[in-house]
C-alpha cells in the first residue's frame, strides 16, 4: 500500500515556475515507478511525466518536454515536478500516481493515487 500527498500548486501568471511535490506513505516507495498526470476541466487525464525507480527512466508529454522535469527523492520518499515557463494550457488538477511496473504512460498502469493539486496559470 502506498499513500500519495500531493502539494505546491497556485495560482501563478504564464511563463512563472512551480514545483509540485508527492510526498509518499511505505517503506517500499523506492520500488515503485512514478508518474505524474494531470486534468483540466472538461478534458480526460493525462499523461504529464513518469520516473523509474531510481530515476534513470524517464518519459514526458511531448508538450511538457523541456519545460517540466520529474525527478525523486528516495530518502524522503517524494518525487517532485519542476515546472517551468507555465503556460495557460498547463492550467489543470495535477495527481501523482504510483505503479509497480518500471514507468508507465497510462493511468490503467498505476494502482495508487494522491487527491490532487491544482495549478492555474494565467495568461
Known amino acids: 500500500q502506498v499513500q500519495l500527498v500531493e502539494s505546491g500548486g497556485g495560482l501563478v501568471q504564464a511563463g512563472a515556475s512551480l514545483r509540485l511535490s508527492c510526498a509518499a506513505s511505505g517503506r517500499t516507495f523506492s520500488t515503485y515507478g512514478m508518474g505524474w498526470f494531470r486534468q483540466a476541466p472538461e478534458k480526460e487525464r493525462e499523461f504529464v511525466a513518469t520516473?523509474?525507480?531510481?530515476?534513470?527512466?524517464?518519459y514526458y508529454v511531448d508538450s511538457v518536454k523541456g519545460r517540466f522535469t520529474i525527478s525523486r527523492d528516495n530518502a524522503k520518499n517524494t518525487v517532485y515536478l519542476q515546472m517551468n515557463s507555465l503556460k495557460p494550457e498547463d492550467t489543470a488538477i495535477y495527481y501523482c500516481?504510483?505503479?509497480?511496473?518500471?514507468?508507465?504512460?497510462?493511468?490503467?498502469?498505476?494502482?495508487?493515487w494522491g487527491q490532487g493539486t491544482r495549478v492555474t496559470v494565467s495568461s
Open positions: 520516473i523509474s525507480w531510481s530515476g534513470g527512466i524517464k
Open positions: 500516481a504510483a505503479t509497480q511496473r518500471t514507468v508507465g504512460r497510462d493511468s490503467y498502469e498505476y494502482a495508487y
